[in-house]
Nanobody, 123 residues
């Protein structure tokens, strides 16, 4: 069973906004650090942002600052990624991940992953 389930990905136009969700499935991740990554075809998985268990600590990759916003609702055990002013180069599969301890920006440091949700931005 996949422990995290992403949703919200779809085909949008350049300039549109989209909000992705990632909900826990089968267990709780309320006290875990969570993060969003993305992977475009032929490229490595790319870090977007991470958020502490209580939402007080948030860190973005420099290239993601300004258009992407990470947030979480522990009552729903869900983490969100708000994406604004989308560009065709944002086209990728978006993944959420969770870690019990600080994991930073390295994908290999996160223990739990979702199956991903496809975001396609047309020009």
């Amino acid at each position: 069973q996949v422990p995290l389930v992403e949703s919200g990905g779809e085909l949008v136009q350049a300039g549109d906004s989209l909000r992705l969700s990632c909900a826990a499935s089968g267990r709780t991740f309320r006290d875990y650090i969570k993060a969003w990554f993305r992977q475009a075809p032929g490229k490595e998985r790319e870090f977007i942002a991470t958020i502490s268990w209580n939402g007080a600590g948030i860190y973005y990759a420099d290239s993601m600052k300004g258009r992407f916003t990470i947030s979480r609702d522990n009552a729903k055990d869900t983490v969100y990624l708000q994406m604004d002013s989308l560009k065709p180069e944002d086209t990728a599969v978006y993944y959420c991940a969770a870690s019990r301890a600080y994991a930073g920006t390295r994908a290999t440091a996160y223990s739990y992953w979702g199956q991903g949700t496809q975001v396609t931005v047309s020009s």
